[in-house]
């Protein structure tokens, strides 16, 4: 699946400055973007199962009906467009409101485009490999219905604590995942430490160690979990 071979993107951004330039970072990574301002007109495009876009990048504060106001509607009729929300840095709950609603991921303000492009890159793979019940990263596979792991066709057997961080990578593979977005949504319900989570991080390492997959820190953005296959 390369950029050009997909529908067009839909980037809803009432920042005209912001829009030109995620519209021109966009469109020289090779996709096709259409971009709406108004609330009210993204509400009107996506409000049919068959808008014909592959990903909709959605701001929330947007003149006319707000982000969430439009997610929410979506959802009713597609559970399966990834959305990537864009969000004012320490919006905390309209995050979480978005999350709830079924957004893919978010983006807080202000953001680099490097990090904008490689979560782009992530939903729209996982769409493509992703059926709703089955995670595919290399030969790394999770059976999200039975909760089953297998790495190279052997069962992979995995604590809860890492079962829910591996999966969580596996959703969010090809991009790197900060180690406080890994607290608030793998985590939210205990309260751990930043060296719990570099423990649990290390013995996913090691159990993918003579696999196909690599799971490495990227300094300053995450962890990030990708296959060599």
């Not at 106001?69 to 709950?93: K, Q």
């Not at 039975?146 to 593979?173: G, I, K, N, S, W």
């Amino acid at each position: 699946m390369t950029p050009e071979t997909i529908a067009p993107l839909l980037l809803v951004e009432d920042d005209a400055l912001l829009a030109s330039t995620l519209y021109d970072a966009l469109s020289l990574a090779g996709y096709r973007v259409d971009a709406l301002e108004d609330g009210d007109a993204a509400f009107t495009r996506l409000a049919t199962p068959d808008h014909g876009h592959a990903l909709v990048l959605l701001d929330l504060n947007l003149p006319g009906r707000g982000g969430l106001e439009i997610l929410d509607a979506m959802r009713r009729h597609d559970r399966d467009t990834p959305v990537l929300i864009l969000t004012a840095r320490g919006a905390i709950e309209d995050r979480v409101k978005g999350l709830d609603l079924g957004a893919d991921d978010y983006l807080a303000k202000p953001f680099a485009l490097d990090e904008l492009e490689a979560r782009v890159r992530a939903l729209l793979r996982r769409r493509q490999h992703d059926d709703g019940t089955q995670l595919h990263v290399g030969a790394l596979h999770f059976d999200t219905l039975t909760q089953r792991f297998t790495l190279d066709d052997v069962t992979l057997e995995l604590p809860p604590r890492e079962q829910r961080l591996l999966a969580y990578l596996m959703r969010h593979a090809g991009e790197p995942v900060e180690k406080a977005h890994l607290l608030e949504h793998v985590f939210a319900e205990e309260t751990l430490g930043d060296n719990a989570i570099e423990v649990y991080i290390h013995r996913l390492r090691r159990r993918l160690a003579d696999s196909s997959l690599t799971l490495r820190t990227v300094r300053g953005l995450g962890y990030l979990l990708e296959s060599d296959a």
